[in-house]
């Protein structure tokens, strides 16, 4: 292998300098094809639809409030994917996993998806029935949920935000040194790289990342108590919120190997993104793929065998009854498919093969959060006592008009143009941490092979 010290772009068996990713990642941001800003255009334009369509239904009031559940399933999906994605970043930091340098600013990047959840929630927590005679997690607490689940929502999106530019910070120090820009000498905030600096940085970033994992958790339940499960008379659940986590730890992952998909494919990150990261990534998506059958199996297993009248109602509505092809989906995707695809070798042990799985692993995500918050919602205008909630008595589904459509197409475009104009302010690979692991790693001759030989770090 030789080193790579200029001129094209390296392949994907050759290794790069540390100076060569310094200039290559630096002048990223500035590189942008015309195809780039028809894609952010489009995605801009379907995100204003959306935002206009949520506007208008939250001006219209909360009747039927089953039309609600698809929005909240749109935010909580983006809650369980690009939110959960820096939870990766942080993991693999603590664990000084060195497979995840190349994974960290695309799953950092996620963060900018609280600043399309975040309003989502908000007005949908204005249309929440009243909660006397609900079963819920506050107890009584005077303006509960609204204000404390408004107040966790916007402390998460700062808290990822806060995360994704505390990392960035040598990187502006250094487009200013490289590129002279003017915004990396602003963001830098005078950034020269001493010892006391690293220091300050590094457990910034790991105190800033416990945060924001310990409030990802306690949102968790409160966004499956007040928007799903306290909707829903006689569900009570102790297992459903470890659901919910775990599954979207898992779907944290696969948004971050599809990203990492595409930036390989079209952003020209091949000689950064290689078999290692993809390889490694893959064995936490199988661990949490049997996680997922786990919970999905407790959380059937206790009311199959209580089968009091609600327990049955319960389980017709979520999983035997009108939402039944959503539940075999999601089951499908997540868990079914991964399962037998992540353990034969020449799928895992690829760069493709985990893409493709992740892809699977999304879809299905997307699936079962409609599943949830479409089924919670659709009952949320019931009494808490009502006797339609018996077998064979439950509301007829409620099919997403065209305003719903257009909320739930216009979040994940709104996603897609931050997540894009966010690769314009820093670069979707993070410079110094590029550079610290190729200055820990060699790649040493090995029989008729090479083998990367990494340096243990202080």
Request: glycine content about 8%; overall charge positive; hydrophobic content about 55%.
């Amino acid at each position: 292998m030789a080193l790579h010290s200029g001129g094209a772009a390296p392949t994907d068996v050759v290794r790069v300098t540390p100076e060569y990713a310094a200039q290559d990642l630096s002048s990223r941001p500035s590189r942008s094809s015309g195809l780039f800003w028809i894609a952010l255009l489009i995605l801009a334009v379907v995100g204003v639809i959306g935002l206009v369509a949520l506007v208008r239904e939250g001006a219209a009031g909360p009747e039927p409030r089953a039309r609600w559940g698809y929005i909240v399933a749109i935010a909580a999906f983006i809650f369980s994917t690009f939110q959960a994605a820096p939870a990766l970043a942080f993991m693999t930091r603590l664990a000084k996993g060195f497979w995840g340098i190349s994974l960290r600013r695309a799953a950092e990047l996620g963060a900018v998806g609280g600043l399309v959840s975040t309003p989502i929630f908000l007005v949908a927590l204005r249309q929440l029935p009243t909660w006397e005679g609900r079963r819920s997690v506050w107890f009584g607490w005077p303006n509960a949920p609204q204000f404390y689940d408004g107040l966790f929502f916007i402390t998460l999106a700062v808290l990822g935000l806060a995360i994704l530019y505390v990392s960035c910070i040598p990187d502006f120090a250094a487009m200013r040194y490289l590129r002279g820009r003017g915004l990396g000498r602003a963001l830098s905030l005078g950034w020269t790289g001493t010892q006391k600096q690293w220091t300050v940085l590094s457990a910034g970033i790991v105190v800033l990342g416990g945060l924001y994992l310990m409030t990802y958790a306690v949102l968790t339940v409160f966004l499956v108590s007040d928007m799903a499960m306290s909707l829903v008379p006689g569900w009570g659940s102790s297992v459903f919120a470890p659901y919910h986590g775990v599954s979207s730890l898992q779907a944290g992952i696969a948004t971050t190997l599809l990203i990492a998909g595409v930036l390989r494919a079209s952003g020209g990150m091949r000689p950064y993104l290689r078999l290692d990261s993809f390889w490694s990534a893959a064995k936490p998506l199988l661990a949490t793929s049997l996680l997922f059958f786990y919970f999905t199996w407790m959380e059937l297993m206790i009311p199959w065998y209580g089968k009091t009248p609600r327990e049955q109602a319960m389980l017709e509505l979520m999983m035997f009854g009108p939402y039944m092809w959503m539940f075999i989906t999601a089951f499908v995707c997540c868990f079914v498919l991964p399962f037998l695809l992540l353990i034969w070798n020449p799928i895992r042990v690829s760069i493709r093969g985990p893409i493709f799985v992740a892809a699977i692993i999304a879809f299905g995500i997307f699936i079962d959060r409609m599943r949830i918050y479409a089924a919670s919602w659709l009952v949320s205008g019931l009494p808490p006592n009502p006797p339609e909630m018996e077998p064979g008595h439950l509301p007829p589904v409620y099919v997403p008009a065209l305003p719903e459509i257009l909320v739930i197409v216009g979040a994940l475009a709104a996603v897609g143009a931050l997540y894009l104009l966010a690769t314009r302010l820093v670069p979707a690979m993070s410079m110094w941490e590029t550079q610290y692991g190729l200055l820990l790693k060699v790649e040493e001759p090995f029989m008729r092979t090479e083998i990367a030989v990494v340096a243990k770090p202080r």
